[in-house]
């Protein structure tokens, strides 16, 4: 059968399309089914009664397959083919999915092969080019930020590959059937899914029993108290009630947990025997019991510990089920060490030698998942060049051991590459191809993930793969995915123009369909797999085949997860079992997705468990309500569905210029998707947003939009990024003015002690350049970038987070201007009137670090500027073109000229290896803070020069009659993040490593201190090293570096230095990113060889590397004797330099080493790292900090979600970035007026 698998759309719309295949579209398939639905065919009578559909049985016997069905779907698929061949001879390539699939607005990203490229793809690599997830292109509709109209497109295309009359039977069928057996005795007493629907994510009851276990699983030995405490802080809360779960027709496991858990609760509490609740939390019963349970549900999700057990276990199975088969999930999370994936991939490479090899010969075509992160610890765009010869070599190696080499057999093990984040995706394929294409396996697989909105164009580059590559056979799995959570964030996180994934259940619901009626269809994707315990979804694949048999012909295969899904037996497919292999420590984050899966409302599983029939056989592919009079209810029109693909194929940036087009509010929509979006039916209008979650990833905020990321992710960005200049601003704004030129053109300004409403054009016209000049800042962001990177040393991801950061301030600035920045009336006694008038202060100086030259340095600038104030800008001498940048936009978006001014310092030349050394001084700096010309100043810098500029303007006002200027100051601080032994180890490196060695560690917000508990103290630091090692130290104009040079060579000269005292005091270097003792200069090994750092740069200079004295490497020192180890720390050290204190696990510990941290009287940033609520209490109780982050990072403070700033030693102003802070650029001055003074209180007698 050319088309084997059948279309599903009816005979007569087939014949349609394949007597005119170029003018077929969406009007006449519809028409065709309009006319000719399935039920009137005459393989099935119009009847509509269970006896004359196909897959219906009367005497509910078991459904038996009629073969007249599945000749109709060959015959016609047979005439559509010879149709093609007719029209198009020559054409050796049948593509009838896309003859229909074009026409509903899913197009082809590329176009058909010719002989003469698959051959050269045999050679040369095949690019996926699928676009990017995040910032998609206006071109693809499919993949644009319109997920309704993409959506639609999706279901239309579905639809028509089905038979919806046997679809509704088979879900009615197989849902009864899952119903009746799960609520059977046997299995409602028998096995754990009650239980774990029961206690699932919708109960508090259960979101505890789920983070205890989570917590406890991955204790390590020496927290020996941790378990205790986490047991209280988790089952003794007063808002958990585990006896409501009690009830008489509930199992005996559900019952007899609720009592036993409930019991535990009142004893820990001390609600019953007080004396027992201690005696009983410190002994070790409670965890031991709850492990015990752990390894029970481990039992169930888990095939076994090792690969021998888990494929004897196999073999069983598969003699008593002849249907049955297995995939082995070799259980593996992301590695962050290089000793953590060599340990991974000899893991791998043990289980596929077993399962390839004779005493598992038994196993039915055994397959093998594994995951791409567990073997490279850089697995992503930016490191491609590094990942990608790993990952294909690993791959090699892997299909060699299994068996599956080139020109294998059948008997081999199947390696299959699990699905991972989005952001991977187009990594992932790649490997695949060039695993093809290297090592020529004779089979390998992939998952692709359907809530991806990139499914479909995976599938077709696949398809490509496997034209290119006829001696392989590459397998598709097709699931749903398991990251979706993490990736609507990070689409947040990002500032993307759409979500990577669809963000309703309904839509990749949708998504799987139109993907399994694309694999059916396909004759080079042979034998997919079905991933799906929903008895629907089932019913639906076997409805776009025409049967069971045409379905086991096609070499097609159901899948379910072990312990998953068992109250179904698929109408009798062949199945295969994914089953989870590997021991506790590598099972915890792979039970925690199952369980979250079985607990989640819109779950199959769940809903079964509920009881909620009326759900287990809903249409997902049932057409929206439309108001089309010639096709009927039910069907959208021809033009509704261009005008749906149009309107979701508008420019995705549009919605970032929303403020000057004027419209607002949460839901951005472009003005040119306004139009279209009027004539799309009202059920489709949002309807695909889950609720609470935003319709645009950037439209967070009630007044603005977040700023926009830039797509550093695409494998297309290096190039782009190699070929973008950085921003030049014009020649006027980069001419700086002398300190003379600006006193003596301040002294000329009558507002020197304040202006009225009106200075600088008014609060609205101020609000509307900053608007503006975001808006070109988004549009220029990555020359932008490239400019920071150049003159400040920063990587890329670093400067483009910063470029973000400055188009937020602009934007809530301008928001919060308008708000608060206008006249208020104030509550008085009636005949009175009484307003309070915000006025500017006067002229205002900004002096500005080098570490955020345009985000600090234009937060401080436009915050006075909106407030009215004249603002003069004083950059650090190493970042002088940042600062002239960001003049130039602001003048662009139509800032007065005169209304910002930058100074220089003399012989300023900018750029890292020029800069001064920090504290060296400012003269330009010095001269205008003394000139008393200011009645404010904005620092963000060290603490002791803000107290020199303090001191300083409290001289000018005593010696020189000047204002009592206003000092807003930022400084530095001693900033701690703690780490106990609850919180996971892989977690804590990562945010230990991005908080202390991101931005090379030259952030104010950036760890300096690591307070790590004791009995985690080995896993943590064996990590640390291992992730410091991993990092890439160097040239920041390489997007692939990690962590760029310090500012000057001056300043890693300083850090250099205070190294050398610690390890003169005792301090111990626990481990660097240095993988030579002479890499902290270039990371040679030779640093006993080399007489200087400047011989060994020169030297790097000669071999063509990356040259630099200013070249830091990160490091981490333990100090000694705990809390007192902290003497040895006289202030913050501007450089990756993390300081670890050990304690013991208790909680007074913990307190004495806070107490020590406090005295040091810096409070600007603060962390914890935990499982136990007891220790975030306590952490946010006694950390003197003025932003404490909750298991996460401590840097990148987010404008408006995280206002940053600290008090004490660093600092005195309101919180940046946050409500209130415009407020110290102004003055206020309150206006009252008696209005009975001209004839009464008017407005009282009114009332009389």
Known sequence: MS????????????????????????????????????????????????????????????????????????????????????????????????????????????????????????????????????????????????EEAASESLRALAAAHR???????????FAKQALSKFNSPLHKHGTLDPLISEFSIGSPEGVALLQLAEALIRLPPEARGM??????????????????????????????????????????????????????????????????????????????????????????????????????????????????????????????????????????????????????????????ATALPVLTQALGELVQAGGSGPGAGANGVTIFVDGEEQSRLELTLAVLEATVRVHKPAAI??????????????????????????????????????????????AQVQGADAYPVWTDKRATDVSYLACAAFLLNSSWLRGPAFATHNTRTVADILAMTGGLPDFVEAGCEFQRLHGMGESFDYAGAPLRVY????????????????????????????????????????????????????????????????????????????PGTSSSSGLSGARHMSTSLAPAMSTVPPPLRSTNISPGLPSHPRAIYSSRLGARGVDFESPDFPALFAGTRAYAPAAGASASSTVEQVLERLALNSDKFGGGLGALGGVAARAGVLRGAAD????????????????????????????????????????????????????????????????????????????FPLAIVGGLASAAFVAGNPVVVKPHPATPRCAAALVDVLRCAGMPEDAMTVVLDEATAGGVNNAVAPGSGSSAGAQLVGSGAFAGVSFVGSTQTAAAINYSLAVASMEKGAPLARLVAETGGLNVLVADASALPEQVCDAVIASFAGAAGQRCSSARVLVLDRGCKTSVMRLLAGGLAELRVGDPLDVATDVGPLISAAAAGKAREHCARLEADGATLACSSARGAGADTGGLDELDTVASVEALVARRAEMGAYASAALFHPRVYELPGGAAGLELLAGEVFAPVLHVVEYDGSPENLAEVLAAVNKKGFALTGGVLTRCESVKALVKERLNCGNLYMNRDIVGAVVESQPF???????????????????????????SEDTTASGGNMDLLRTT
């Open 3 to 146: 088309w084997r698998r059948g279309v599903g759309v009816g005979g007569v719309a087939i014949r349609a399309a394949a007597a005119a295949p170029g003018d077929l579209h969406l009007g006449v398939v519809v028409a065709a089914l309009r006319k000719h639905p399935f039920s009137s065919s005459s393989a099935s009578s119009s009847s509509s009664s269970s006896a004359s559909v196909p897959g219906a049985s009367p005497n509910n016997e078991p459904w038996v397959p009629q073969r007249s069905h599945r000749k109709i779907f060959t015959s016609a698929s047979g005439a559509a083919a010879a149709a093609r061949k007719v029209a198009n001879p020559g054409h050796d390539l049948e593509r009838p999915f896309f003859n229909v699939a074009q026409q509903f607005g899913i197009a082809s990203r590329r176009s058909e092969s010719t002989p003469r490229q698959r051959q050269l793809a045999q050679l040369e690599p095949l690019k996926p080019g699928l676009g990017s997830f995040r910032f998609p292109s206006a071109a693809s509709s499919s993949s644009s930020s319109g």
């Open 163 to 173: 038979d919806p009359a046997l679809a509704h039977e088979l879900g009615a069928r």
């Open 227 to 384: 378990p205790a405490t986490l047991v209280r802080d988790k089952l003794a809360r007063g808002d958990l009630d585990f006896f409501s779960h009690f009830a008489g027709d509930k199992s005996v496991l559900v019952n007899g947990a609720s009592l036993a858990v409930g019991a535990v609760q009142r004893i820990l509490r001390g609600d019953v025997l007080p004396p027992l609740s201690a005696a009983v939390s410190g002994s070790g019963v409670l965890e031991m019991g709850i492990r015990r349970g752990l390894g029970i549900m481990g039992k169930k999700f888990i095939l076994g510990n090792t690969v021998e057990s888990a494929a004897a276990r196999a073999i069983r199975n598969e003699a008593s089920r002849p249907l049955t088969s297995h995939s082995f999930d070799m259980l593996g999370e992301g590695a962050r060490t290089a000793e953590d994936a060599d340990r991974y991939l000899r893991s791998y490479l043990h289980a596929a030698r077993h399962l390839g090899g004779p005493d598992t010969a038994a196993i039915r075509e055994p397959q093998m998942s594994v995951k791409l992160s567990s073997l490279c610890p850089r697995f992503d765009e930016l490191s491609r």
């Open 445 to 490: 697989g992939i998952a692709v993930q359907a809530y991806g909105r990139r499914a479909m164009h995976a599938l077709e580059f696949l398809e490509e793969l496997a034209r290119a590559h006829p001696g392989t056979n590459i397998k598709v799995r097709l699931v749903k995915g398991a990251y979706w959570d993490g990736e609507i964030k990070e």
């Open 579 to 654: 089953a989870p292999t590997g021991t506790t420590n590598d099972l915890l984050a792979y039970l925690v997705r199952r369980l979250l899966e079985n607990g989640a409302n819109s779950s199959f599983l769940k809903q079964l468990a509920d009881g909620r029939e009326h759900l287990l056989n809903l249409d997902v592919l049932a057409a929206p309500a439309s108001s089309s009079s010639d096709l009927g209810a039910g069907v959208m029109t021809a033009e509704q569905a261009c005008a749906i693909l149009d309107a979701s194929s508008g420019t995705p940036g549009t």
């Open 776 to 851: 070109l800042i988004e549009a220029e962001a990555l020359p932008m970038a490239k400019l920071v990177m150049e003159e400040a040393g920063k990587t890329v991801v670093d400067a483009i987070n910063e470029v973000r950061e400055l188009v937020d301030f602009f934007r809530f600035y301008a928001a919060q201007a308008e708000d608060t920045l206008v006249e208020r009336r104030l509550k008085t006694v009636t005949g009175e009137e009484n307003v309070i008038v915000p006025m500017p202060r006067g002229n205002w100086l900004c002096v500005g670090p080098f570490n």
């Open 1205 to 1231: 700033g600290g008090h004490g030693l660093s600092g005195n102003g309101t919180k940046a970035g946050g409500e209130g802070y415009l407020l110290q650029f102004v003055s206020h001055k309150v206006v």
